[in-house]
Nanobody, 125 residues
Framework: AQLVASGGGLVQPGDSLRLSCAASGFAFHYYGIYWFRQAPGKDHEGVICINPTGESVVYEDSVKGRFTISRNNANNTSYLEMNSLKSEDTATYYC???????????????????RGQGTQVTVSS
């Protein structure tokens, strides 16, 4: 099983980025797809999730109204649309697959069934 995140880069505050997560080797359409991020010196934090039928849960209050998650079960891909980026969004972003949880304190990066490599997002002027 593999999850590969891509699309990161260096952007200025206020810019937008679209991250992609390409999955293979497992039943993508059965799983919730999560985006985590990890800032330097910090643990992975769950940001947002989308369930198999397209409903999303936002765990991080600071991204509400700015980040949108989507998925395409036909091509085993999830997307994270990030708008109005801020310096505090700087982190390595990872995608993962697991059961759907409605509360962030009910899961961790380590409890995800499948975990992928990250893509760096740097927001700086």
């Amino acid at each position: 099983a593999q999850l590969v995140a891509s699309g990161g880069g260096l952007v200025q505050p206020g810019d937008s980025l679209r991250l992609s997560c390409a999955a293979s080797g497992f039943a993508f359409h059965y799983y919730g797809i999560y985006w985590f991020r990890q800032a330097p010196g910090k643990d992975h934090e769950g940001v947002i999730c989308i369930n198999p039928t397209g409903e999303s849960v936002v765990y991080e209050d600071s991204v509400k109204g700015r980040f949108t998650i989507s998925r395409n079960n036909a091509n085993n891909t999830s997307y994270l649309e990030m708008n109005s980026l801020k310096s505090e969004d700087t982190a390595t972003y990872y995608c993962a697959a697991g059961p759907l949880y409605f509360r962030r304190d009910h899961f961790t990066w380590e409890t995800m069934h499948y975990r992928g490599q990250g893509t760096q997002v740097t927001v700086s002027s």
